[in-house]
Each structure stands twice: as C-alpha cells, then as structure tokens.
C-alpha cells in the first residue's frame, strides 16, 4: 500500500474556505482538461495511490475547472473527502456519500 499525500490531503480538507456555500452552480468540466487529468493521474488516485481512479473532484469545490484546481480521484477517497468536508462544517447542507465498508 502506498501512503497517502498529506499534503494533498491538507489541501483538500483544511486549506478549504469555511461555510463554502454549495448553492452556487460549479463551473462544468471541459473534456479535454478530464482527458489531461487522467493522463497526468494515469487513472490512479492522486491521493492514494492505491485505487483506479474514478472521479475528477474539485480542489476548491466550486472553483474553476482547471487543471491546477481538480483533482483525480478513487470512489473511496471522493466519498471521504466529501464526507470530511460536511462533517468539518465547511459546507451548509448534508452530503451523503456513498461509502462502503
């Protein structure tokens, strides 16, 4: 098992703005850019590098879609992140991931 980046981790969690208000529309995803996340990721998580990767996630939840603000992530660590971010308090209505145990 390879460890995960803390400091990506940090990114993602703590360095989030507080009360990030969810109602805002993000910005959609242009294909080319998923198409440069994933070659860049080569289809493994970019957190923990364990899993193939499943989902283009943003850094700055509705941020801009660009490559220095999304990430490519497993299942496993999209539903964790979101999870950690509702409950951090970072954002003002429930999340319900889909995690399995």
Avoid: Q
Wanted: aromatic letters at 6%.
């Amino acid at each position: 098992m390879k460890i995960m980046k803390l400091e990506l981790l940090k990114k993602l969690i703590i360095e989030i703005p507080e009360n990030l208000d969810r109602s805002k529309k993000k910005e959609k995803i242009d294909s080319e850019i998923i198409k440069k996340i994933k070659y860049r990721s080569k289809n493994i998580c970019e957190l923990c590098k364990n899993y193939k990767s499943k989902k283009v996630h943003h850094i700055i939840p509705n941020g801009l879609s660009n490559e220095e603000n999304l990430i490519d992530l497993c299942s496993h660590c999209h539903d964790a992140i979101h999870l950690l971010l509702y409950t951090s308090k970072k954002w003002k209505f429930p999340y319900k991931p889909n995690i399995h145990y």
